[in-house]
């Protein structure tokens, strides 16, 4: 499993999640320009087999107009800290696995108001 983590989301999720998956970065360490646009992220995302991982609901709107890959991780979680957002990696990790799973999906909301 790759994530790639929207701008929207802080970088330092990165180091509190290094054995999390194969993969996981922030937009901001790849060569998009910064900040990147929207539809940018998302053909990065396809061309490179990434899940998006955002607070964005921009990224829902452009799955069902365009279909997926790239899958989309939608946090819904309020105003939370970044060792909060990680522990909801971890609370959904088989969550956000089945995603990968199911040809079906392409959008898994996660929803955490605490």
């Known amino acids: 499993m790759k994530i790639l983590l ?5 970088w330092r999720l990165v180091n509190l999640l ?11 360490k790849t060569d998009l320009p910064v900040p990147a646009k929207d539809i940018d ?3 990065y995302a396809k061309s490179n087999n990434f899940i998006i991982a955002t607070n964005d609901e921009d990224f829902l709107n452009i799955s069902l107009s365009k279909g997926y ?5 939608l ?7 970044t060792t909060a ?17 199911k040809e079906h999906l392409g959008v898994l909301e996660i929803f955490d108001q605490s």
Request: aromatic share 6%; hydrophobic share 40%; glycine share 6%.
């Open 18 to 28: 290094p054995d999390y998956c194969e993969q996981i970065i922030h937009v901001e």
């Open 6 to 10: 929207d701008a929207n989301i802080s």
């Open 41 to 43: 992220i998302w053909e």
């Open 85 to 101: 957002i990680a522990g909801l990696f971890k609370k959904h990790k088989k969550e956000i696995e089945g995603l990968l799973l």
């Open 69 to 73: 890959p790239p899958k989309v991780i």
């Open 75 to 81: 946090l819904r979680t309020g105003n939370q800290n």
